[in-house]
């Protein structure tokens, strides 16, 4: 995905072109739509007093692709992956027995975003905070198919997470995470991190639907 972040440059009318004389800061021509619109280059001597007016033209913002994903679930004790899916929660349900949820930030492709922004979505009937959210410090592949590129060996400097609040489609509570870089899986930089749940008192309503999305 490609956007172009227009910037501002002065028609080249206000100050004689090519820089023939010293109210003149030379110009560039470039072509919208099949018009030709000729600009400012420098407006360095127009009315002899005004400073340097320089501009960029077509600065492309490349966005990579979003591949991550998120597990509902723990690892038993032999480091295998059990899924939460079909348990039947109640609020007899020992919090030991709570299933986490995981998630893998991950891209794949160029892009020059350096400050990477996601959208978790804690599951229906269940609640976590900013302080519940840890890195996944081993085991990191298990909780993911075994599909995880990178050590995850981050310091709380390279990211930061943001409680959104239930703002869901159905009420569920969201989470933005953002890092100070890009998880990019060729570069062997994938971001796990795990979000401890508890039960929310005030809904008898549970759902296992989450996501994880790339924002920015």
């Given at each position: 995905m490609y956007m172009v972040l227009p910037r501002v440059s002065?028609?080249?009318?206000?100050?004689?072109?090519?820089?023939?004389?010293?109210?003149?800061?030379?110009?560039?021509?470039?072509?919208?739509?099949?018009?030709?619109?000729e600009v400012v280059k420098n407006s360095t001597g127009i009315n002899n007093q005004q400073g340097s007016i320089n501009y960029i033209l077509n600065n492309t913002v490349e966005l990579p692709q979003f591949t991550g994903t998120a597990s509902f679930g723990n690892l038993n004790?032999?480091?295998?992956?059990?899924?939460?899916?079909?348990i039947?929660?109640?609020?007899?349900?020992p919090q030991s027995q709570i299933s986490a949820l995981s998630v893998r930030l991950s891209t794949?492709?160029?892009?020059?975003?350096?400050?990477?922004?996601?959208?978790?979505?804690i599951p229906k009937g269940f609640t976590s905070s900013v302080n519940d959210f840890y890195l996944i410090d081993k085991d990191v592949g298990n909780y993911f198919g075994g599909v995880f590129n990178g050590s995850n060996q981050y310091s709380t400097s390279n990211y930061?997470?943001?409680?959104?609040?239930?703002?869901?489609?159905?009420?569920?509570?969201?989470?933005?995470?953002?890092?100070?870089?890009?998880?990019?899986?060729?570069?062997?930089?994938?971001?796990?991190?795990?979000?401890?749940?508890?039960?929310?008192?005030?809904?008898?309503?549970?759902?296992?639907?989450?996501?994880?999305?790339?924002?920015?």
């Open positions: 002065e028609v080249s009318n206000y100050a004689i072109a090519n820089g023939t004389s010293s109210y003149g800061g030379g110009s560039y021509t470039f072509n919208v739509n099949g018009q030709a619109i004790s032999s480091g295998a992956f059990v899924s939460g899916n079909s039947n929660y109640t609020s007899n349900t794949v492709g160029d892009s020059t975003v350096n400050n990477s922004q996601f959208i978790i979505m930061s997470i943001e409680d959104l609040g239930k703002v869901g489609p159905n009420g569920e509570q969201l989470f933005k995470i953002q890092l100070d870089f890009n998880p990019g899986w060729n570069a062997a930089q994938n971001f796990g991190g795990q979000f401890k749940l508890t039960l929310d008192q005030s809904s008898r309503e549970r759902r296992t639907t989450y996501y994880c999305l790339y924002h920015k």
